[in-house]
């Protein structure tokens, strides 16, 4: 049931803010700044130095806020995430599919969502059990690139990471994005500055996710 639950929450969400940064605590403050501002899916990534200490943290902040879901992000391989669940990890993100990075998250019904962006990579995928592509980069193929998708694979559950923004984010939701991920432009501090402005974009992003409605 966890499974289903967190990827409910994921597509009544919509918003999955992944956050890098410096250290474990730069990213918990990231993080911290982003569910004030009510983004609360967060995927921390493999990127970040000691990242198992920030998702054991954060899992364990908040673990009686039932909206807020902490993830793995960059994860590359079955060890790894295999690691990342074993610290709380409640969904697994990759930029490109990996089929034992599959088998492992299907061994511990945890939702993974790799990387894709070709019709022959998506079909892989789907034939592992995955629940939901990552279109990555979303950038190089615009929000249209989701009905295309949907012509031969009309069930196909799609979130749409790199290059999404407020500029663009209503358009990939009316293509019927399952979810968005958010990066630079909502997580990056030296982007937008201090943690305030993260939160105040993450208000942003939850305004136009709510017009949507």
Not at 16 to 41: M, Y
Not at 184 to 204: F, H, V
């Amino acid at each position: 049931m966890k499974k289903y639950y967190t990827l409910n929450q994921i597509e009544q969400q919509k918003l999955v803010a992944v956050v890098r940064g410096e250290s474990v605590d730069e990213a918990l403050d990231i993080t911290d700044a982003c569910i004030a501002g009510g983004v609360k899916v967060i995927e921390l990534t493999f990127t970040l130095p000691n990242v198992l200490e920030a998702i054991k943290a954060a899992v364990n902040k908040y673990q009686d806020d039932d909206q807020v879901v902490i993830g793995a992000g960059t994860v590359l391989d079955a060890h790894t995430a295999r690691l990342a669940i074993l610290n709380g990890a409640a969904f697994i993100v990759s930029p490109g599919f990996d089929k034992e990075t599959a088998k492992i998250c299907n061994r511990y019904q945890i939702p993974y969502l790799p990387g894709a962006i070709t019709i022959t990579e998506i079909q892989q995928a789907l034939t592992y059990g995955v629940d939901v592509i990552k279109l990555f980069p979303g950038s190089l193929v615009g929000p249209e690139y989701i009905s295309s998708l949907k012509g031969p694979l009309p069930n196909i559950q799609i979130m749409p990471t790199g290059g999404v923004d407020e500029t663009n984010i209503s358009q990939w939701l009316e293509k019927g994005a399952f979810a968005c991920g958010m990066g630079s432009n909502l997580t990056s501090l030296k982007k937008l500055g201090n943690l305030q402005n993260i939160t105040d974009k993450a208000r942003e992003y939850c305004s136009l996710v709510h017009e949507m409605r």
